[in-house]
């Protein structure tokens, strides 16, 4: 198995640009997910393979890659985005999430 | 609208076993596999287990290899998970989660003597 490793925070003021890094040492792009999490709640699907988004997932909302680097990219972060985010990788029958990242937008 | 809802959670002693179930609606149940993953109070998501669209092929972390069982009833639109010789690191939320990305509200398992 593998590792997703993330910044365990990143902070932005509202309608900056909040970036959020996933690294791994093999990341197949097609099965990289991108969860949002918030307070009480269980996680919200934002991106998948790489760059999709979910219906009803706002157009702020974008991923890309870069090497072994995926990014989640929130252009002009809202305070409702406040939350934890997690990457996670499924191929090769490997599944794992990355550590998280807290979000704190202020 | 895609629901799954998990039950079977609740407080046990070390070493106990408990069985959770899923049950899912909204979409096509037996055509995408399906996965259970936990948060400790406090803590990061952990994958644990996932089970084939048709349940041939199952997959568990190595945490919980041995121990637990991912299953599932197509017919039933069900999906389950055994759990045996449980341990206080085993407390948790456990969610299932469909292959479309779409995660239940959880339920609380407490290992506890």
């Known amino acids: 198995s593998y590792e997703l490793t993330q910044p365990s925070s990143v902070s932005v003021s509202p309608g900056q640009t909040a970036r959020i890094t996933c690294s791994g040492d093999?990341?197949?792009?097609?099965?990289l997910r991108w969860f949002q999490q918030k307070p009480g709640q269980a996680p919200v699907l934002m991106i998948y393979?790489?760059?999709e988004r979910p219906s009803g997932i706002p157009e702020r909302f974008s991923g890309s890659s870069s090497g072994t680097t995926v990014t989640l990219t929130i252009s002009g972060a809202q305070v409702e985005d406040e939350a934890d985010y997690y990457c996670?990788?499924?191929?090769?029958?490997?599944?794992?999430f990355g550590g998280g990242t807290k979000l704190t937008v202020l | 609208e895609v629901q799954l809802l998990e039950s079977g959670g609740g407080f046990i002693q070390p070493g106990g076993s408990l069985k959770l179930s899923c049950a899912a609606s909204?979409?096509?149940?037996?055509?995408?596999?399906m996965s259970w993953v936990r948060q400790a109070p406090g803590k990061g998501l952990e994958w644990i287990a996932t089970?084939?669209?048709?349940?041939?092929?199952?997959y568990y972390a190595d945490s919980v290899r041995g121990r637990f069982t991912i299953s599932r009833d197509n017919s039933r639109n069900t999906l389950y998970l055994q759990m045996k010789s449980l341990r206080a690191e085993d407390t948790a939320v456990y969610y299932c989660?469909?292959?479309?990305?779409?995660w239940g509200q959880g339920t609380l398992v407490t290992v506890s003597s």
């Open positions: 909204g979409f096509s149940f037996s055509s995408y596999a």
């Open positions: 393979s790489e760059n």
């Open positions: 996670y990788s499924a191929a090769d029958n490997n599944w794992v």
């Open positions: 093999v990341l197949p792009k097609k099965y």
């Open positions: 089970i084939s669209d048709s349940g041939s092929d199952t």
């Open positions: 989660a469909n292959g479309g990305g779409y």
